[in-house]
């Protein structure tokens, strides 16, 4: 398996700016394709991005043009960078990883994002 292993979520006024990180060890293959999912409460967990290992990156459309996902692939490392953020995007944010050519997912425990004033 995948070990994923999330940092970098705290309290952020909205407006403000965040940067998760996101490290994968064990059975880690450079071309796993890697994103980040966030579940708020009472909600459905949903996509915030993905990034392929060639740096192809897609975004759900409530983040496009806020958030930047970025990906470190000697260090097994992807970055979300959070701008502009909204009380909305207050979630427990989940790294993820899934092989390119199966449906076999791992996930981190997830980081706390509070946006709030």
């Known amino acids: 398996q995948v070990q994923l292993v999330e940092s970098g979520g705290g309290l952020v006024q909205p407006g403000g700016s965040l940067r998760l990180s996101c490290t994968a060890s064990g059975n880690v293959l450079t071309n796993d394709i890697m994103g980040w999912y966030r579940q708020a409460p009472g909600k459905q967990r949903e996509l915030v991005a993905t990034?392929?290992?060639?740096?192809?990156?897609d975004y759900a459309s409530s983040v496009e043009g806020r958030f930047t996902i970025s990906r470190n692939n000697p260090r097994n490392t992807i970055y979300l960078e959070m701008n502009s953020l909204k009380p909305e995007d207050t979630a427990v944010y989940y790294c993820?990883?899934?092989?390119?050519?199966?449906?076999?997912?791992?996930w981190g425990q997830g980081t706390q994002v509070t946006v709030s004033s």
């Open positions: 990034i392929t290992s060639g740096g192809t990156a």
């Open positions: 993820t990883s899934r092989r390119r050519n199966g449906p076999s997912r791992s």
